[in-house]
C-alpha cells in the first residue's frame, strides 16, 4: 500500500507508520510542491490539494481520502463516489478545545474582562475602597 501525506509528519511519526507493514511505503510531499507524478500508484492520500484533484481521483489506484479539517465540500465528492473512493473527515477532533474557548469567552464578555485587561494599560484600574458591597449568597 502507497500512502502519500500532504500533512508535515515527524521523523518518529513516520518511521511508527512504516513499521506497520512491510507492504507499506509512505511519502511525505508539500502539497505546493506535489506533482501528478507524486500522485502515481498512491492507495491513500493523509490531507487534500484541490490542486492535484483531477491526477488523484483518476490514478486508477486511490480507495482513501483522509482530511484533517471538519468538512469535505471542497473535495470533487460526486467524482469520488463513481470511483469508490472512500473520504473520512477530521470532523469532531476538536470539540471539547472548540467547547472549552466558547465558554472560556462567554465567562470574559460576561465579566467584562477584556475591559479589564484594556483598562490595566491605562493606569485606570479601580480600588474597592470607600464603596458599598453586597454580597448575595443562596444556601442549598
Do not use: C
Not at 482513501?64 to 473535495?75: K, S
Not at 466558547?102 to 475602597?129: E, P, W
Amino acid at each position: 500500500m502507497k500512502i502519500l501525506s500532504f500533512i508535515p509528519l515527524t521523523e518518529q511519526q513516520q518511521r511508527e507508520i512504516r513499521e506497520l507493514s512491510d507492504d507499506l511505503t509512505l511519502e511525505v510531499v508539500s502539497p505546493d510542491k506535489a506533482t501528478k507524478e507524486d500522485l502515481h500508484e498512491v492507495d491513500a492520500i493523509y490531507g487534500w490539494s484541490n490542486r492535484l484533484e483531477d491526477h488523484a481521483v483518476a490514478n486508477g489506484h486511490l480507495k482513501w481520502i483522509q482530511t484533517i479539517r471538519a468538512g469535505v465540500d471542497a473535495l470533487p465528492l460526486d467524482d469520488l463516489r463513481k470511483e469508490n473512493i472512500v473520504v473520512t473527515s477530521g470532523s469532531g477532533a476538536n470539540a471539547i478545545n472548540i467547547a472549552e474557548q466558547t465558554l472560556a469567552y462567554m465567562l470574559m464578555f460576561v465579566r467584562k474582562l477584556h475591559l479589564s485587561m484594556r483598562d490595566q494599560d491605562n493606569d485606570s484600574i479601580g480600588t474597592l475602597t470607600n464603596l458599598t458591597m453586597r454580597f448575595l449568597a443562596k444556601a442549598s
